[in-house]
C-alpha cells in the first residue's frame, strides 16, 4: 500500500464513508480548537490583567450584559445545529445500505469472527475478505453475549446483539489490511477478539472465493485440516507444541486418556474428538472452562474430518 | 502557639467517640462523609494506577485478563457509587449548606445520619464483592454478560442499589433544607450559587436514583429467578437494560457535575472579589441542565441498534443540553473582567477546571454528533472525555471547595508551597494521562481492553507516565493536608475574604454554627458594596 498514513487524530481511512466522517470530525475539531483558544485566551488575559496589586478595593458591579448574553448564546447554538446536522448526513449515508450490496452473514461469538459467503458457500474465521470498490453488507448476530464490531479504517461499528440481527455496510476504497476490533466488552478475551479486514481486487476476490468454498479437494486430508486449525482459529485456544493455552494443547492427545471435570474419564479417539468439537458442552476437560464454542453448523463433515486426521498427526 | 483553652467548636464539642458515631450535627456528618469518600477515592486510584501499570506494554505485565477486567470494573464502580456521587453533595454540601444560609441544620437530621450509614452499609457490600471473586462486568453491568458472568455481580448490585437510597435521603433532605430553612431575607436570587447547584443535583437525585435501583433489581432478579426480562433465548432485550441503566446513568453525570460548578461560582467570585456575573443565568441553566439531562439517554446507544429516528433526537438533544454548560464557562469567564484575582490555591484548582472541563464539554460535541460517534463510541476517546469532565471538571471543583474550605472545617491552615506544587503535579498528570488518550481512542484503541496493537503502545506508556505524576501529586496532597492537621497555622476566620455566611463565623464554626444568628445585610456576591480583607498570605 503506497500513502495509507492518517492524520495525528484518524487512521487512514479506506472506505467511501471515510471521508465523510473526518470532514465532520475536522470541522469540529477546527471549531472547538477557536472557541477553546478564545476561553484560555479569555482566563489568561483576565488573569494578567486584573490580578490583584496592592491594597484590595472595591470592584464594579458588573453583572449582566444583555448583548453579550445573546451572543454567547446564539452564536454556540447556530454552531451546535450546524454540526448536528452534518453528523446526521453523515450518519444517515452509513445507514442506508445499497441496494446491489454483496451479503456476508457475520457472526460474533467469545471471542473470534466467523463469516459467511452465502453464495459461494465459504467461512471464514477473523479475516473478512471484500473486494475493492463494492458495496458490502454485513448481516450480523451474536452467539453470546454484545460484541460490537467495529473497523477504524472504515469509520463504521456496530452492535453484535443475540437473538436479534443488526446490519452495516461499508465500500471499501484502498487494497490493503484493516484492523477489526470487538469494540463491546465481552469478556475474559475481549481484546483478543480482533481480526483483519482483507482488501482485495475484484479478480483476486474471486480467486480467493473459489479456493476457500473448495472442500480442500486436491489436498491431503491432514494438511486440509492444518489449515483449517488456523483459518477456524483453534489456534487461538489449543497449542500444537504441548504449551498451555484457554484449552488443552492437541500434541500428543489422540490416544491418550481424558479426565472430566466430573472425575470420569475417556479415550481419546476420533469420535471423542467429534464430539468434542461439534458439542464441546457435553464433558468438560478437567482444569478447563466450558469456553469452546460449538461448531455445529459451521464446518463441513470433510472439515470435522481433516481436522481430526491433522489432530491425529500432532504426536 | 500557645492554646490556653481551647475554644469550643463542633469538633471538640462534644467529646467521645459516641458524639460522632450517633452525631446529628451536619458538620459531623459532612466530617464522616469527608473521610469515608476519600477513603474510597484512594481505593479507586490504586486500582487506576494498576490498571495503567497493566498497559504500559502489550502482553500480561503484572495481571491476567480476569484480573484486570475486575479491576477495571471495580475502579469505574468505586470511583463512581463510592467516590464520585456522594463527593460533594454529601460531604462538602452536607457541611455548608446550612451554613450558607445561615441555618442551624439540615431539615432532617436523623435522616441525614442514616443517609450516611445506608452508604457505609451499602459499601460493604461493594467491598464484600471485591473480596468474593469481584465483578468483571464494568461498571455498567450490561446484559446478558452480566446475567451469565461466575463473578460476584450480586453483591456489587446490591451495594449500589443500596448507596442509591443514600442518596435520594441526601437530596430529599437538601431540597427541604433549601426552601424551610433559608434566613429571613435570603430570598431565592440571594442564595450562594453552590446552594443552587446543590437543589438542582437533589433533584435528579430523587427522580432519577429509583430507575437505578428498580433496573438493578431485575438484574438481581434476572441472575437469580431467570425471569428473562433482559435474556433474549427467553423472549427479552438485552438492549432494554442499556435503555433503563442510562436513563439514571446520564442525569446521574450531572448529579457528579452540577454540584461542582457551584463550587466554581463560589470560587470565582470569591477570589476575583467581584460579583458573580449572570447569577440568574447560571442558576437557571443548572435547573436546565437537570432537565434536560432526562431526555438524553439514547446518546450512549448510538451503535446499540436503535433506530435511526431515535438516534437522531437523541443526537439533537444532547447538543441542546451542552448549551447552558457552555453559558456557565462564559459567565465565569466574564467574572473575571475587572475583578482583583487572587491566586490562591482554591483559585488554581478553578482555573484548572475551566480548562479542563471547555476541554471535556468540547470533546463532548465529537461523541453528540452522530457520524463521529459511530467511530469514536466504546474507544478510549470517550475514556478521555468522561475523565475530563468527571475529573477535570468535578474532581478539580471538588479539590479547589476541599481546599478553600479546608481552614473553616478544621481551623488550620496548609502548607502554601507544597499545595501549590501538588496542585501543578495533579494538573499535568492528569493532561499526561488522558489527553493522549483522546489521540488513542479516535485512532482507534477500543476501551476495557487488556491487551493492545503494538501500534498504540507509545501513545499507552505516555498515559501510564501520566498516571504517576497524579500519584505523585496526590500523595503530597496527602500529606500536608494531614501535617495540616496537627502542625497547620491556625486559620483566621475569613482567610479568603468571602462575603457567603459560613466566613461570618468560627473556623471551626461552633456545634450551633453561629453565635448569633446572622442576619442579611448584603447579597453573597457584593463586593461592589461590601469590602473584606483578606487575611491570609
Ligand atoms: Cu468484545
Ligand atoms: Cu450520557
Redesign the pocket.
Known amino acids: 500500500m503506497d500513502d495509507t498514513t492518517g492524520s495525528l487524530f484518524m487512521p487512514f481511512g479506506g472506505s467511501t464513508i471515510a471521508g465523510d466522517v473526518d470532514t465532520v470530525f475536522n470541522f469540529i475539531l477546527y471549531t472547538s480548537t477557536i472557541i477553546f483558544a478564545l476561553v484560555v485566551f479569555g482566563i489568561i488575559f483576565f488573569s494578567i490583567r486584573y490580578r490583584r496589586r496592592g491594597k484590595l478595593a472595591l470592584t464594579p458591579d458588573i453583572s449582566h450584559n444583555t448583548k453579550l448574553e445573546i451572543v454567547w448564546t446564539v452564536i454556540p447554538t447556530i454552531l451546535v445545529v450546524i454540526v448536528f446536522f452534518m453528523g446526521f448526513n453523515a450518519y444517515l449515508k452509513m445507514s442506508v445500505v445499497p441496494k446491489d450490496a454483496m451479503e456476508i452473514k457475520v457472526t460474533g461469538q467469545k471471542?473470534f469472527w466467523s463469516f459467511e459467503y452465502p453464495e459461494a458457500g465459504a467461512t471464514t474465521v477473523n479475516e473478512l475478505v471484500v473486494p475493492i470498490d463494492k458495496p458490502v453488507k454485513l448481516l450480523m448476530s451474536s452467539q453470546d453475549v454484545i460484541?460490537?464490531f467495529f473497523v477504524p479504517g472504515f469509520r463504521i461499528k456496530q452492535d453484535v446483539i443475540p437473538n436479534r440481527y443488526t446490519m452495516i455496510w461499508f465500500q471499501a476504497t484502498k487494497i490493503g489490511e484493516y484492523d477489526l476490533f470487538?469494540?463491546?466488552?465481552?469478556?475474559t478475551k475481549?481484546s483478543e477478539?480482533i481480526g483483519k479486514v482483507k482488501v482485495v481486487s475484484e479478480r483476486e476476490f474471486e480467486n480467493w472465493l473459489e479456493e476457500s468454498s473448495m472442500s480442500g479437494e486436491g489436498m491431503s486430508l491432514s494438511d486440509f485440516g492444518a489449515k483449517l486449525y488456523i483459518s477456524k482459529a483453534c489456534n487461538t485456544c489449543h497449542s500444537i507444541d504441548g504449551s498451555a493455552g484457554n484449552g488443552p494443547t492437541f500434541k500428543g492427545i489422540f490416544g491418550k486418556q481424558v479426565t472430566f471435570d466430573d472425575g470420569s474419564q475417556a479415550m481419546v479417539d476420533e469420535n471423542y474428538i467429534r464430539k468434542s468439537i461439534l458439542n464441546p458442552q457435553t464433558n468438560i476437560v478437567a482444569g478447563y472452562q466450558n469456553i469452546m464454542p460449538t461448531f455445529q453448523g459451521l464446518l463441513k463433515e470433510r472439515e470435522v474430518d481433516a481436522l481430526i486426521a491433522y489432530i491425529k498427526t500432532l504426536e | 502557639m500557645s492554646e490556653a483553652v481551647a475554644e469550643k467548636n463542633y469538633l471538640n464539642d462534644p467529646k467521645g467517640w459516641k458524639s460522632w458515631v450517633f452525631t446529628l450535627d451536619h458538620k459531623r456528618i459532612g466530617i464522616l462523609y469527608l473521610a469515608s469518600i476519600t477513603a474510597a477515592f484512594f481505593l479507586g486510584g490504586v486500582f487506576a494506577v494498576l490498571i495503567r501499570l497493566e498497559l504500559l506494554n502489550p502482553g500480561q505485565d503484572l495481571m491476567g485478563p480476569d484480573t484486570y477486567n475486575q479491576i477495571f470494573t471495580l475502579h469505574g464502580a468505586v470511583m463512581i457509587f463510592l467516590f464520585i456521587i456522594p463527593s460533594i453533595p454529601a460531604a462538602l454540601g452536607n457541611f455548608f449548606l446550612p451554613l450558607l444560609i445561615g441555618a442551624k441544620d439540615v431539615a432532617f437530621p436523623r435522616l441525614n445520619l442514616a443517609s450516611y450509614y445506608i452508604y457505609v452499609f451499602g459499601s460493604m457490600f461493594a467491598v464484600y464483592s471485591i473480596f468474593t471473586g469481584a465483578v468483571d462486568t464494568g461498571w455498567t453491568f450490561y446484559t446478558p454478560y452480566s446475567t451469565e458472568t461466575q463473578t460476584s455481580v450480586i453483591p456489587m448490585t446490591l451495594g449500589a442499589f443500596i448507596l442509591g437510597f443514600s442518596s435520594i435521603f441526601t437530596g430529599l433532605n437538601f431540597i427541604v433544607t433549601i426552601h424551610k430553612m433559608r434566613i429571613p431575607g435570603m430570598t431565592w436570587y440571594k442564595l450562594p450559587l453552590f446552594v443552587w447547584a446543590l437543589y438542582a443535583t437533589a433533584i435528579i437525585q430523587v427522580v432519577a436514583t429509583p430507575v437505578l435501583g428498580i433496573t438493578l433489581l431485575l438484574l438481581i432478579f434476572e441472575r437469580v429467578f431467570s425471569v428473562g426480562i433482559f435474556n433474549p433465548d427467553m423472549g427479552g432485550d438485552p438492549v432494554l437494560f442499556q435503555h433503563f441503566f442510562w436513563f439514571y446513568s446520564h442525569p446521574a453525570v450531572y448529579i457528579m457535575i452540577l454540584p461542582g460548578m457551584g463550587i466554581i461560582s463560589e470560587l470565582i467570585a470569591t477570589f476575583s472579589h467581584k460579583k458573580i456575573f449572570g447569577y440568574k443565568a447560571i442558576a437557571f441553566s443548572s435547573l436546565g441542565i437537570a432537565f434536560i439531562s432526562f431526555l438524553v439517554w439514547g446518546h450512549h446507544m448510538f451503535v446499540s441498534g436503535q433506530s435511526e429516528l431515535a438516534a437522531m433526537i437523541f443526537s439533537f438533544l444532547t447538543f441542546l443540553v451542552g448549551i447552558p454548560s457552555g453559558i456557565k464557562v462564559f459567565n465565569w469567564i466574564t467574572t473575571l473582567y475587572k475583578g482583583q484575582i487572587h491566586f490562591d490555591t482554591p483559585m488554581l484548582y478553578a482555573l484548572s477546571f475551566l480548562f479542563l472541563f471547555t476541554i471535556g464539554g468540547l470533546t463532548g460535541i465529537f461523541l453528540g454528533a452522530l457520524a463521529t460517534d459511530v467511530h469514536l463510541h466504546d474507544t478510549y476517546f470517550v475514556v478521555a472525555h468522561f475523565h475530563y469532565v468527571m475529573m477535570g471538571g468535578t474532581v478539580m471543583a471538588f479539590l479547589g471547595g476541599l481546599h478553600y474550605w479546608w481552614p473553616k472545617m478544621f481551623g488550620k491552615m496548609y502548607n502554601h508551597f507544597w499545595s501549590v506544587i501538588a496542585m501543578i503535579l495533579v494538573f499535568v498528570g492528569f493532561n499526561v494521562t488522558f489527553f493522549s488518550q483522546f489521540i488513542l481512542g479516535s485512532q482507534g484503541m477500543p476501551r476495557r481492553y487488556y491487551n493492545y496493537l503494538d501500534q498504540f503502545q507509545p501513545l499507552h506508556a505516555f498515559s501510564t507516565i501520566g498516571s504517576w505524576i497524579l500519584g505523585a501529586g496526590f500523595i503530597i496532597m496527602a500529606i500536608y493536608l494531614i501535617h495540616s492537621l496537627f502542625k497547620g497555622r491556625k486559620a483566621s476566620d475569613n482567610p479568603w475574604g468571602g462575603l457567603t455566611f459560613e466566613w461570618a463565623t468560627g473556623s471551626p464554626p461552633p456545634h450551633h454554627n453561629f453565635k448569633v444568628t446572622p442576619k442579611m445585610t448584603h447579597g453573597p456576591y457584593d463586593y461592589d458594596k461590601v469590602l473584606v480583607e483578606q487575611t491570609d498570605y
Do not use: N, P, Q
Not at chain 1, 470487538?182 to 469478556?187: D, Q, V
Open positions: 471471542w460484541h460490537s470487538c469494540a463491546e466488552y465481552c469478556g475481549h477478539m
